[in-house]
């Protein structure tokens, strides 16, 4: 009875829908009727399209398997959006339609249930459009999903956004388990490639445009302007209608769609579509074929046949060819597992009056699951084949939506990336390149990638070294040693950084402002980020975070060189000091008698041998008074300016002006602006009681450009203070800092790149490299303890000398003393000895050669 009950109900309902089609009923013999739940939400496009795509597939599979033996028996049931309603309505389909198998239900939040109650029955639930990660058939073996889950086109993804090189994202999705079992995907996705998710904004679907438009507001005071979202067509067309109203399908931004939105963009309506014009979208590939192409046409032949309680889709829809594959792979398992009715459900002997407790048991429920997860054939989605419970992913597109249609603008696949097309050859090697995909067209009818790195450059009128700004055309052209290290910099990155450089300035195209200024647009998000000459500071770092320095640097003082030395007339004198002068004239009176013997030649060797040394120092210390000493600067420390009242210059729009007014305690007053180092020339030339000023401070990078082209006139003088160097400033938080700093590191100790940098701009500072060494206030003159040594010998030798001389003149002369006159007193005798002592001793080899010589003449 119970067979006979579904033939004749499913018998109008084949009789229906081929009448609908316009075609005859087959003949059938059908022998056994299998029931079939389907639970539809058919007040949503999915659930209309679907209707109608099962009841074609249903027509389109027994018209060319009319020999089956078995035949499925739709029963389709409305349960609208909510969960509780899914569930009972396939409770109801299993215990009073004793249903062999459910189709459905359409939401993941309604599946799962749905799922729990299949298990239960062991009745197989199949679900076509519940794709949340977080339903996993390998926890319910009778869960079967005929899609594919969302999880597998988080790879795409990730891809279309590394390509672009954006670096941080919003995402925007439902709160539902849809819209919430993604999520933990994505986020590590993203983290993989570097890209920093600054924010996730939940919607409830039950949100009304108000809120919506809330949320988008917070959305746009945020500085990110590319947003992926994932939610459902319901929610998506009202957020794009009120995101356009809110300007924010505008030029500068970027929205990528997930697979539930870009699946059922044709059932939004004009409206919404124009509202999302640049949009970028993925979706399951679905390959061409003849019966594709034939059910496309009958599709829109017979669409006005369908009755619809609102208009349905004109193109085809994917998740409708699911749900079309979905009732063929269900037919086939039916026959293929030899189903038949009078094996459905034996009742539970549970005593329980709940109606859960009293659900029977489908018997060949695990043989009907088991043909399901094995039946493979060519559906018009493409190949149908399940892994692990599920569909098997298939090749993505990737599409923009331009005017009413969506553009394809390129192809991807897990075994080569992207592509223009998907002819595979298996030699291609994988690519996350967007030069394989076609040009989209940005929101605002633009081809300008959004998010482009603005970047703020200085406008400089002085040492164009560091960075040089020109007009040759109406678009700038920056230079310089700053833009260098940038681009090096930007080459060490481990992906590609589109970027634009706008110059900080005014309508008359000049500097708009200090650095300080510059640094601020950062914070108001005018720019992204400053390149250029721009030195970390502290109280900079209070708004902006800084990269790590990409050159030394440091805040000195340059001063004027007196020149006047050379004119003293006593300059002579200066080589030596007093005392040396001193112990030198004591030594000459000492040392300079007559040479009467051979100790006599002996210390004349060594005071010879002395004013040798003297001499020779005497003459390197005077060449180096006349010489060096010309760059003695005209002063040394910032004391005796500050205590003088002297005026100090410093470089315009430098924060060097508050180190002088905080650090160094300079009265503002007496402080002066100048921008080229031709300002710096004249105003150390006038001095600071002509105009000009006592001394310049800025920082020593430049301070060594001024002085290659000045060195003969100026000098380096002073402590140095201390500053971190040139570093570039990205707005605080930003993940681009890490990337930025390593590569910084990998350019500037690569010796050979940094190096090739620097020569192609200051290789002139080679000529003055010794200016960057402080010069002392004055070269010491030569003093005693410099020779110190050299006396000590000549001394000790004159002494030894003496000593020696000494004893044998007494040894020779005081015998003879006695003799003459045994009656003297000793004092007598050492005064007729006195007599003889400067006398000459012909003992030694001088006066005998001497002697010898004059006897022979005689």
């Given at each position: 009875?119970?067979?006979?009950?579904?033939?004749?109900?499913?018998?109008?309902?084949?009789?229906?829908?081929?009448?609908?089609?316009?075609h005859e009923p087959l003949l059938m013999a059908a022998k056994e009727v299998i029931p079939?739940?389907?639970?539809?939400?058919?007040?949503?496009?999915?659930?209309?399209?679907?209707?109608?795509?099962?009841?074609?597939?249903?027509?389109?599979?027994?018209?060319?398997?009319?020999?089956?033996?078995?035949?499925?028996?739709?029963?389709?049931?409305?349960?609208?959006?909510?969960?509780?309603?899914?569930?009972?309505?396939?409770?109801?389909?299993?215990?009073?339609?004793?249903?062999?198998?459910?189709?459905?239900?359409?939401?993941?939040?309604?599946?799962?249930?749905?799922?729990?109650?299949?298990?239960?029955?062991?009745?197989?639930?199949?679900?076509?459009?519940?794709?949340?990660?977080?339903?996993?058939?390998?926890?319910?073996?009778?869960?079967?999903?005929?899609?594919?889950?969302?999880?597998?086109?988080?790879?795409?993804?990730?891809?279309?956004?590394?390509?672009?090189?954006?670096?941080?994202?919003?995402?925007?999705?439902?709160?539902?388990?849809?819209?919430?079992?993604?999520?933990?995907?994505?986020?590590?996705?993203?983290?993989?490639?570097?890209?920093?998710?600054?924010?996730?904004?939940?919607?409830?679907?039950?949100?009304?445009?108000?809120?919506?438009?809330?949320?988008?507001?917070?959305?746009?005071?945020?500085?990110?302007?590319?947003?992926?979202?994932?939610?459902?067509?319901?929610?998506?067309?009202?957020?794009?209608?009120?995101?356009?109203?809110?300007?924010?399908?505008?030029?500068?931004?970027?929205?990528?769609?997930?697979?539930?939105?870009?699946?059922?963009?044709?059932?939004?309506?004009?409206?919404?579509?124009?509202?999302?014009?640049?949009?970028?979208?993925?979706?399951?590939?679905?390959?061409?074929?003849?019966?594709?192409?034939?059910?496309?046409?009958?599709?829109?032949?017979?669409?006005?046949?369908?009755?619809?309680?609102?208009?349905?889709?004109?193109?085809?829809?994917?998740?409708?060819?699911?749900?079309?594959?979905?009732?063929?792979?269900?037919?086939?398992?039916?026959?293929?597992?030899?189903?038949?009715?009078?094996?459905?459900?034996?009742?539970?002997?549970?005593?329980?009056?709940?109606?859960?407790?009293?659900?029977?048991?489908?018997?060949?429920?695990?043989?009907?699951?088991?043909?399901?997860?094995?039946?493979?054939?060519?559906?018009?989605?493409?190949?149908?084949?399940?892994?692990?419970?599920?569909?098997?992913?298939?090749a993505v597109e990737i599409f923009n939506v331009i005017g009413k249609t969506e553009r394809?603008?390129?192809?991807?696949?897990?075994?080569?990336?992207?592509?223009?097309?998907?002819?595979?050859?298996?030699?291609?090697?994988?690519?996350?390149?967007?030069?394989?995909?076609?040009?989209?067209?940005?929101?605002?009818?633009?081809?300008?990638?959004?998010?482009?790195?603005?970047?703020?450059?200085?406008?400089?009128?002085?040492?164009?070294?560091?960075?040089?700004?020109?007009?040759?055309?109406?678009?700038?052209?920056?230079?310089?040693?700053?833009?260098?290290?940038?681009?090096?910099?930007?080459?060490?990155?481990?992906?590609?950084?589109?970027?634009?450089?706008?110059?900080?300035?005014?309508?008359?195209?000049?500097?708009?402002?200090?650095?300080?200024?510059?640094?601020?647009?950062?914070?108001?998000?005018?720019?992204?980020?400053?390149?250029?000459?721009?030195?970390?500071?502290?109280?900079?770092?209070?708004?902006?975070?800084?990269?790590?320095?990409?050159?030394?640097?440091?805040?000195?003082?340059?001063?004027?060189?007196?020149?006047?030395?050379?004119?003293?007339?006593?300059?002579?004198?200066?080589?030596?000091?007093?005392?040396?002068?001193?112990?030198?004239?004591?030594?000459?009176?000492?040392?300079?008698?007559?040479?009467?013997?051979?100790?006599?030649?002996?210390?004349?060797?060594?005071?010879?041998?002395?004013?040798?040394?003297?001499?020779?120092?005497?003459?390197?210390?005077?060449?180096?008074?006349?010489?060096?000493?010309?760059?003695?600067?005209?002063?040394?420390?910032?004391?005796?300016?500050?205590?003088?009242?002297?005026?100090?210059?410093?470089?315009?729009?430098?924060?060097?002006?508050?180190?002088?007014?905080?650090?160094?305690?300079?009265?503002?007053?007496?402080?002066?602006?100048?921008?080229?180092?031709?300002?710096?020339?004249?105003?150390?030339?006038?001095?600071?009681?002509?105009?000009?000023?006592?001394?310049?401070?800025?920082?020593?990078?430049?301070?060594?450009?001024?002085?290659?082209?000045?060195?003969?006139?100026?000098?380096?003088?002073?402590?140095?203070?201390?500053?971190?160097?040139?570093?570039?400033?990205?707005?605080?938080?930003?993940?681009?800092?890490?990337?930025?700093?390593?590569?910084?590191?990998?350019?500037?100790?690569?010796?050979?790149?940094?190096?090739?940098?620097?020569?192609?701009?200051?290789?002139?500072?080679?000529?003055?490299?010794?200016?960057?060494?402080?010069?002392?206030?004055?070269?010491?003159?030569?003093?005693?303890?410099?020779?110190?040594?050299?006396?000590?010998?000549?001394?000790?030798?004159?002494?030894?000398?003496?000593?020696?001389?000494?004893?044998?003149?007494?040894?020779?002369?005081?015998?003879?003393?006695?003799?003459?006159?045994?009656?003297?007193?000793?004092?007598?005798?050492?005064?007729?000895?006195?007599?003889?002592?400067?006398?000459?001793?012909?003992?030694?080899?001088?006066?005998?050669?001497?002697?010898?010589?004059?006897?022979?003449?005689?």
């Amino acid at each position: 009875m119970a067979n006979q009950k579904h033939l004749l109900t499913f018998l109008p309902s084949l009789l229906l829908s081929f009448s609908l089609w316009g075609h005859e009923p087959l003949l059938m013999a059908a022998k056994e009727v299998i029931p079939v739940g389907v639970v539809l939400d058919l007040k949503s496009p999915v659930g209309r399209v679907a209707e109608s795509y099962m009841s074609m597939a249903l027509y389109d599979f027994y018209a060319v398997n009319y020999d089956y033996h078995t035949r499925l028996a739709l029963f389709t049931k409305d349960s609208g959006d909510g969960v509780l309603t899914a569930a009972s309505t396939a409770m109801d389909l299993m215990k009073h339609e004793e249903v062999q198998a459910i189709i459905g239900p359409q939401s993941s939040a309604q599946a799962r249930f749905v799922m729990e109650l299949g298990r239960k029955a062991q009745v197989p639930i199949i679900s076509f459009s519940a794709t949340s990660p977080s339903l996993s058939p390998s926890q319910n073996p009778f869960f079967i999903r005929t899609t594919q889950e969302d999880s597998a086109q988080v790879r795409a993804i990730s891809d279309i956004v590394k390509a672009f090189g954006w670096w941080e994202i919003v995402i925007i999705y439902e709160d539902t388990d849809y819209g919430n079992g993604l999520i933990p995907y994505l986020m590590e996705a993203l983290q993989q490639i570097d890209t920093r998710v600054t924010y996730r904004s939940v919607i409830p679907p039950s949100s009304n445009n108000a809120e919506i438009s809330e949320e988008l507001e917070k959305l746009k005071a945020n500085h990110t302007r590319i947003f992926l979202v994932h939610m459902a067509a319901s929610l998506g067309s009202k957020l794009f209608v009120l995101a356009k109203n809110a300007g924010m399908m505008s030029e500068g931004y970027a929205w990528i769609l997930t697979e539930g939105l870009s699946s059922l963009l044709d059932p939004m309506g004009s409206k919404v579509m124009d509202s999302m014009q640049g949009v970028l979208g993925i979706r399951p590939y679905i390959p061409p074929s003849k019966q594709l192409k034939d059910f496309e046409i009958k599709w829109r032949r017979n669409l006005t046949s369908i009755k619809t309680k609102s208009k349905s889709t004109t193109s085809l829809n994917l998740f409708g060819l699911w749900a079309y594959d979905t009732v063929w792979a269900l037919a086939i398992a039916v026959e293929k597992a030899g189903m038949v009715h009078s094996s459905f459900l034996k009742q539970n002997n549970s005593s329980s009056k709940v109606d859960l407790a009293t659900l029977g048991i489908f018997e060949m429920g695990t043989r009907l699951c088991n043909a399901i997860l094995t039946t493979v054939f060519q559906g018009l989605s493409g190949n149908f084949h399940l892994v692990n419970g599920q569909l098997e992913p298939s090749a993505v597109e990737i599409f923009n939506v331009i005017g009413k249609t969506e553009r394809i603008i390129g192809y991807w696949t897990r075994q080569r990336g992207f592509s223009q097309n998907l002819n595979y050859t298996g030699k291609e090697a994988y690519s996350t390149s967007k030069d394989k995909l076609k040009q989209p067209i940005w929101p605002g009818d633009t081809t300008e990638q959004p998010t482009k790195l603005r970047i703020g450059v200085p406008v400089r009128t002085s040492f164009n070294e560091f960075l040089k700004v020109e007009w040759p055309t109406d678009k700038p052209s920056i230079s310089g040693f700053a833009i260098d290290v940038f681009h090096a910099v930007q080459d060490a990155l481990p992906f590609p950084l589109p970027h634009e450089f706008i110059p900080y300035m005014n309508k008359h195209r000049q500097s708009n402002g200090s650095y300080d200024e510059l640094l601020y647009q950062i914070t108001i998000q005018k720019y992204d980020a400053v390149v250029g000459d721009t030195t970390i500071v502290a109280n900079r770092s209070l708004y902006v975070d800084f990269t790590l320095p990409y050159t030394e640097s440091g805040v000195s003082m340059v001063v004027l060189v007196k020149d006047d030395v050379r004119k003293n007339l006593w300059i002579f004198l200066k080589p030596l000091s007093l005392t040396l002068w001193l112990t030198t004239g004591v030594a000459f009176i000492f040392t300079e008698e007559n040479v009467v013997n051979n100790w006599s030649r002996f210390v004349l060797i060594i005071w010879i041998f002395v004013v040798l040394i003297l001499t020779q120092s005497y003459t390197a210390s005077l060449t180096s008074i006349l010489t060096v000493q010309r760059l003695q600067p005209t002063f040394i420390d910032i004391k005796e300016i500050k205590n003088n009242g002297y005026f100090v210059g410093y470089q315009k729009d430098s924060f060097v002006k508050g180190l002088l007014i905080k650090q160094l305690d300079l009265p503002e007053s007496k402080l002066k602006p100048y921008v080229t180092p031709e300002e710096y020339h004249e105003a150390l030339s006038k001095g600071t009681y002509n105009g000009g000023v006592a001394a310049i401070f800025d920082e020593i990078p430049y301070i060594k450009l001024f002085l290659a082209k000045f060195c003969s006139r100026y000098t380096m003088v002073g402590p140095t203070y201390k500053t971190d160097g040139f570093g570039f400033a990205f707005r605080q938080g930003s993940p681009l800092v890490p990337y930025f700093s390593r590569a910084i590191l990998n350019v500037t100790q690569d010796k050979e790149k940094i190096g090739a940098i620097e020569h192609k701009y200051f290789s002139s500072q080679t000529t003055c490299e010794d200016q960057s060494t402080t010069i002392p206030s004055h070269s010491p003159s030569l003093g005693v303890d410099s020779f110190g040594g050299l006396f000590i010998l000549a001394g000790t030798a004159s002494l030894a000398s003496l000593m020696v001389y000494l004893f044998k003149f007494i040894y020779s002369h005081w015998p003879v003393s006695s003799d003459n006159n045994p009656t003297n007193s000793c004092w007598s005798k050492l005064v007729n000895m006195a007599k003889h002592f400067d006398q000459k001793d012909f003992s030694s080899h001088t006066f005998k050669e001497e002697s010898h010589k004059g006897s022979e003449f005689h």
